[in-house]
């Protein structure tokens, strides 16, 4: 037997994700389902209980939280989750309108029936999360419809604008889907965006995807303004 392949019958194998990468995702997804709230401290010795890991890898997954604007660190108070702020998601909407409105577009025009397929699968699992109380199910999902409407049609690059704002999105998501039946009309705007994407029409597939998000940009500022006075 060669050395060569002695080595590789012994090497050892990379885990899927490292113990800084799953502590990032738990504390993450604390925060985008409301474990953690807006406001609420961030203790380093409480997590390394919580999370069973070292302060060291705490402190990283603070500073990446932070990069990622879900964490604020405060002068004498320390690290907090990020209060959401009003007009910065104003901004996250109106890119979302922008983007998403032109990727609907395009998917029509492109007439591919596994763009339709993919959209209504995911789609089906969004309605199947909200019925079963899975409101992780249907951040995951909703993302993953998403990404069918960029990807499908070639714009990568404008995903990765999106996906570079999906932790914030989906903060705000959290919030939206939680609201007074935003389970029946959420998905029935995003079966409009699908229908016109069936039939063909671009433009009608582009002002659903706008009205889509005009309407969970409305709840947002409602949610956020009532929240203003408790601050």
């Not at 660190?73 to 890119?95: M, T």
């Not at 577009?105 to 999360?129: K, T, W, Y």
């Amino acid at each position: 037997m060669s050395g060569a392949l002695k080595g590789a019958e012994i090497r050892v194998e990379r885990p899927a994700k490292t113990l800084r990468e799953l502590a990032l995702d738990k504390v993450r997804e604390a925060i985008v389902n409301g474990y953690f709230r807006p406001g609420d401290r961030l203790v380093e010795r409480d997590l390394c209980a919580q999370l069973g890991v070292s302060r060291t890898i705490v402190r990283e997954v603070l500073r990446h939280l932070e990069s990622e604007g879900l964490v604020a660190n405060l002068p004498n108070k320390g690290p907090i989750v990020a209060e959401l702020d009003l007009a910065e998601a104003k901004q996250i909407y109106e890119i979302r309108g922008a983007l998403e409105g032109m990727a609907a577009r395009l998917c029509a025009e492109r007439g591919n029936p596994n763009i339709v397929s993919a959209l209504e699968a995911s789609l089906q699992s969004i309605r199947d999360c909200y019925r079963d109380n899975n409101m992780p199910g249907v951040l995951s999902h909703t993302t993953a419809f998403y990404q069918t409407l960029f990807t499908m049609v070639d714009r990568h690059v404008a995903w990765g604008v999106v996906n570079l704002l999906t932790v914030r999105i989906n903060h705000l998501r959290s919030m939206t889907i939680k609201t007074e039946r935003r389970g029946i009309e959420g998905p029935a705007q995003m079966a409009q965006i699908v229908d016109a994407i069936r039939r063909g029409d671009g433009e009608g597939a582009q002002q659903a995807a706008m009205d889509h998000v005009a309407a969970a940009s409305a709840i947002a500022e409602a949610v956020l303004s009532a929240q203003k006075p408790a601050e």
